[in-house]
Protein backbone atom coordinates (compact mmCIF):
# COMPACT_ATOMS: atom_id res chain seq x y z
CA UNK A 1 0.00 0.00 0.00
CA UNK A 2 1.31 3.61 -0.96
CA UNK A 3 2.02 5.76 1.62
CA UNK A 4 0.71 9.65 0.79
CA UNK A 5 2.33 12.96 2.81
CA UNK A 6 0.08 16.07 2.00
CA UNK A 7 0.85 19.35 2.75
CA UNK A 8 -0.03 23.36 1.92
CA UNK A 9 2.81 25.66 1.79
CA UNK A 10 0.69 28.38 3.38
CA UNK A 11 0.57 28.94 7.07
CA UNK A 12 -2.54 30.91 6.91
CA UNK A 13 -5.53 29.36 9.05
CA UNK A 14 -7.91 29.32 6.35
CA UNK A 15 -5.78 29.05 2.87
CA UNK A 16 -7.40 28.02 0.16
CA UNK A 17 -3.99 25.96 -1.11
CA UNK A 18 -4.78 24.17 2.50
CA UNK A 19 -8.24 23.18 1.49
CA UNK A 20 -7.43 22.31 -1.45
CA UNK A 21 -4.72 20.19 -0.52
CA UNK A 22 -7.38 18.66 2.22
CA UNK A 23 -9.78 17.68 -0.94
CA UNK A 24 -7.39 15.54 -2.18
CA UNK A 25 -6.09 14.35 0.42
CA UNK A 26 -9.93 13.03 1.42
CA UNK A 27 -10.14 11.52 -1.92
CA UNK A 28 -6.26 9.49 -1.55
CA UNK A 29 -8.32 8.12 1.78
CA UNK A 30 -10.95 6.68 0.21
CA UNK A 31 -8.95 4.56 -2.09
CA UNK A 32 -7.50 3.18 1.20
CA UNK A 33 -4.06 4.22 1.12
CA UNK A 34 -2.38 5.51 4.16
CA UNK A 35 -2.34 9.49 4.21
CA UNK A 36 -0.53 11.37 6.57
CA UNK A 37 -1.56 15.26 6.23
CA UNK A 38 1.10 17.89 7.44
CA UNK A 39 1.22 21.33 8.42
CA UNK A 40 3.79 23.27 8.23
CA UNK A 41 2.77 25.17 11.44
CA UNK A 42 4.57 22.20 13.12
CA UNK A 43 7.53 22.60 11.41
CA UNK A 44 8.99 26.03 11.87
CA UNK A 45 12.58 26.60 10.43
CA UNK A 46 15.14 29.51 10.38
CA UNK A 47 15.83 30.63 7.08
CA UNK A 48 18.13 28.27 5.04
CA UNK A 49 21.78 30.12 4.81
CA UNK A 50 25.26 27.81 4.68
CA UNK A 51 26.64 29.90 7.75
CA UNK A 52 23.01 28.38 10.63
CA UNK A 53 23.50 25.23 9.23
CA UNK A 54 27.81 25.13 9.71
CA UNK A 55 27.46 26.69 13.07
CA UNK A 56 23.76 25.20 14.07
CA UNK A 57 23.47 21.79 12.28
CA UNK A 58 20.02 20.74 10.37
CA UNK A 59 17.07 21.81 13.04
CA UNK A 60 15.34 19.57 14.44
CA UNK A 61 12.05 20.32 12.47
CA UNK A 62 14.12 19.92 9.60
CA UNK A 63 14.89 16.46 10.32
CA UNK A 64 11.94 15.15 11.29
CA UNK A 65 10.50 16.93 8.02
CA UNK A 66 13.73 14.50 6.82
CA UNK A 67 11.81 11.25 8.16
CA UNK A 68 8.35 11.87 7.45
CA UNK A 69 9.60 12.37 3.96
CA UNK A 70 11.48 9.34 3.75
CA UNK A 71 8.69 7.41 4.73
CA UNK A 72 6.21 8.49 2.34
CA UNK A 73 6.14 7.11 -1.23
CA UNK A 74 3.61 10.06 -2.89
CA UNK A 75 3.43 14.12 -2.19
CA UNK A 76 0.70 16.27 -2.69
CA UNK A 77 2.00 19.80 -2.70
CA UNK A 78 -0.53 22.47 -2.33
CA UNK A 79 1.45 25.69 -3.90
CA UNK A 80 0.40 29.09 -3.32
CA UNK A 81 1.26 31.59 -5.67
CA UNK A 82 3.39 35.13 -4.71
CA UNK A 83 3.77 37.29 -7.36
CA UNK A 84 3.87 34.90 -9.91
CA UNK A 85 6.27 32.08 -8.15
CA UNK A 86 6.25 29.92 -5.14
CA UNK A 87 6.33 31.25 -1.63
CA UNK A 88 9.48 31.48 0.43
CA UNK A 89 7.82 29.18 3.12
CA UNK A 90 7.30 25.93 0.75
CA UNK A 91 10.88 26.54 -1.26
CA UNK A 92 12.70 27.20 2.37
CA UNK A 93 11.21 24.23 3.52
CA UNK A 94 12.14 22.11 0.46
CA UNK A 95 15.37 23.51 1.04
CA UNK A 96 16.11 21.98 4.10
CA UNK A 97 14.62 18.90 3.47
CA UNK A 98 17.58 18.60 0.85
CA UNK A 99 20.24 19.40 3.47
CA UNK A 100 21.83 16.01 5.39
CA UNK A 101 22.14 16.05 8.64
CA UNK A 102 26.04 16.12 7.84
CA UNK A 103 25.30 19.92 6.22
CA UNK A 104 25.77 18.37 2.79
CA UNK A 105 23.50 18.53 0.10
CA UNK A 106 21.54 15.26 0.05
CA UNK A 107 18.70 14.99 -2.88
CA UNK A 108 17.76 11.22 -1.57
CA UNK A 109 14.07 12.09 0.34
CA UNK A 110 13.16 13.23 -3.21
CA UNK A 111 14.28 10.63 -5.43
CA UNK A 112 11.66 8.88 -7.26
CA UNK A 113 8.91 10.57 -5.19
CA UNK A 114 5.97 10.70 -7.16
CA UNK A 115 4.33 14.49 -6.59
CA UNK A 116 1.02 15.57 -7.06
CA UNK A 117 1.26 19.39 -7.30
CA UNK A 118 -2.34 21.42 -6.34
CA UNK A 119 -2.37 25.56 -6.73
CA UNK A 120 -5.25 27.81 -5.68
CA UNK A 121 -5.53 31.52 -6.06
CA UNK A 122 -7.74 34.20 -6.05
CA UNK A 123 -6.57 35.37 -9.33
CA UNK A 124 -7.86 33.90 -12.77
CA UNK A 125 -5.21 31.64 -13.62
CA UNK A 126 -5.42 29.58 -10.00
CA UNK A 127 -1.53 29.85 -9.08
CA UNK A 128 -0.12 28.13 -12.27
CA UNK A 129 2.36 30.16 -12.55
CA UNK A 130 4.02 29.33 -9.19
CA UNK A 131 2.66 25.33 -9.56
CA UNK A 132 4.83 25.42 -13.03
CA UNK A 133 7.95 26.45 -11.40
CA UNK A 134 7.32 24.20 -8.36
CA UNK A 135 7.00 20.97 -10.64
CA UNK A 136 10.62 22.76 -12.60
CA UNK A 137 12.42 22.56 -9.28
CA UNK A 138 11.19 19.26 -8.07
CA UNK A 139 11.51 17.63 -11.17
CA UNK A 140 14.83 19.15 -10.87
CA UNK A 141 15.96 16.86 -7.74
CA UNK A 142 14.41 13.68 -8.61
CA UNK A 143 11.27 13.49 -8.09
CA UNK A 144 8.45 11.80 -10.81
CA UNK A 145 6.15 14.55 -11.31
CA UNK A 146 2.85 13.53 -11.69
CA UNK A 147 1.62 15.30 -15.15
CA UNK A 148 -1.54 17.08 -14.22
CA UNK A 149 -2.28 19.40 -11.56
CA UNK A 150 -5.19 20.69 -9.28
CA UNK A 151 -5.91 24.20 -10.40
CA UNK A 152 -8.48 25.92 -8.64
CA UNK A 153 -9.02 29.76 -9.92
CA UNK A 154 -11.48 32.41 -8.36
CA UNK A 155 -10.60 31.08 -4.88
CA UNK A 156 -13.43 33.66 -2.84
CA UNK A 157 -15.90 31.84 -4.90
CA UNK A 158 -14.56 28.74 -5.47
CA UNK A 159 -15.42 26.63 -2.15
CA UNK A 160 -19.32 25.65 -0.83
CA UNK A 161 -19.28 26.18 2.85
CA UNK A 162 -18.32 22.63 3.45
CA UNK A 163 -15.26 23.06 2.25
CA UNK A 164 -16.06 21.26 -1.37
CA UNK A 165 -15.70 22.95 -4.58
CA UNK A 166 -18.96 24.94 -6.01
CA UNK A 167 -17.98 23.80 -9.55
CA UNK A 168 -18.71 19.90 -9.83
CA UNK A 169 -16.78 19.45 -13.10
CA UNK A 170 -13.61 20.79 -11.50
CA UNK A 171 -14.44 18.56 -8.53
CA UNK A 172 -14.54 15.53 -10.85
CA UNK A 173 -11.55 16.41 -12.37
CA UNK A 174 -9.94 16.50 -8.63
CA UNK A 175 -11.15 13.33 -8.01
CA UNK A 176 -10.20 11.63 -11.63
CA UNK A 177 -6.69 13.43 -10.81
CA UNK A 178 -6.19 12.15 -7.54
CA UNK A 179 -7.06 8.38 -8.53
CA UNK A 180 -4.84 8.72 -11.38
CA UNK A 181 -2.08 9.84 -9.12
CA UNK A 182 -2.51 7.10 -6.53
CA UNK A 183 -2.69 4.54 -9.31
CA UNK A 184 1.03 6.10 -10.83
CA UNK A 185 2.40 5.75 -7.23
CA UNK A 186 0.68 2.50 -6.44
CA UNK A 187 2.80 1.26 -10.13
CA UNK A 188 6.20 2.74 -9.45
CA UNK A 189 6.28 1.55 -5.71
CA UNK A 190 5.04 -1.65 -6.46
Not at 55 to 81: M, Q, T, Y
Not at 85 to 105: V, Y
Not at 150 to 179: H, M, P, Q
Request: with cysteine.
Amino acid sequence: MSRFLTFSGSRREDSFNTAVVKLVSRELSKLSTHVTDLSLNNFELPLYEQTIENSDGLPDKAADLRDLFKHHDGLVIGCPEYNGILPPLLLNTLTWISRSPEGQPDLSMFQGKCVLVTSCSPGSLGGIRAAAHLKSFLSGIGCVIFPDMVIVANAFSAFKEDGGLTDENLYRKLITTTKQFHQLTSNINA
